[in-house]
């Protein structure tokens, strides 16, 4: 029985990480200098996985860092692999928006999106497309392992939606240039939408 192993990883910083600026989609934000730099830092003190095929979220900050991680291969971007879409609170600090009547409520997981937002279980969804075009992906060309470079809070819902051992998604965050390792068993995956946690980068 074929079993894939995939490779989940945060992108590495950007200024908005560093102001605490609730960051999505609506803005491609590039790696910052020291975020950068952080990245070479870390491909020379680990060994990341050697891997078949490289993708990437399609915002700068992943592509990026896609290519300094692993800078001899082609990137395959996801579009579904994006970041959430914080709508009204795009840009801000969780300070500037601590009297917005529904931040506290979408924060605290009692409101499912912010306004104007995307919706978690729209998110979730998009996420597990993703992650079903790269097994398609993977099956068709016959590869065993692959990389995939993507946002820290997308790998936190990926995982609490589909990994095993079950855990909250604050449980599966992961640091820049970080993440962890999953396999995927093609027949299991197709029927229950599992996936298996077996390491962490």
Not at 48 to 56: G, H, T, V
Not at 175 to 199: A, F, N, W
């Amino acid at each position: 029985m074929q079993t894939l192993k995939i490779h989940l990883i945060r992108h590495g910083a950007t200024d908005a990480n560093k102001l605490g600026l609730y960051i999505g989609c609506k803005t491609d934000m590039p790696l910052s200098p020291e975020g950068l730099n952080e990245l070479i830092e870390m491909r020379r003190d680990i060994d990341y996985p050697e891997i078949d095929r490289l993708y990437s979220s399609p915002m700068l900050r992943a592509k990026q860092s896609a290519s300094v991680l692993y800078p001899n291969m082609p990137i395959y971007p996801v579009e579904n692999l994006k970041e959430y879409d914080f709508g009204d609170f795009e840009g801000k600090t969780a300070q500037e928006l601590e009297l917005h009547p529904d931040f506290i409520p979408w924060a605290s997981g009692k409101l499912s999106a912010t306004p104007n937002g995307e919706d978690n279980k729209d998110f979730v969804k998009r996420l597990c497309v993703g992650l079903q075009q790269i097994v398609l992906d993977m099956l068709e060309d016959n590869l065993e392992t692959s990389a995939v470079i993507m946002h820290g809070g997308a790998i936190m819902m990926l995982l609490a939606a589909c990994g095993v051992p079950q855990a909250k998604p604050v449980e599966w965050n992961a640091d820049c240039g970080q993440g962890y390792s999953i396999l995927v068993t093609p027949s299991l995956y197709h029927k229950t939408g599992v996936v298996e946690v077996v390491g962490i980068i």
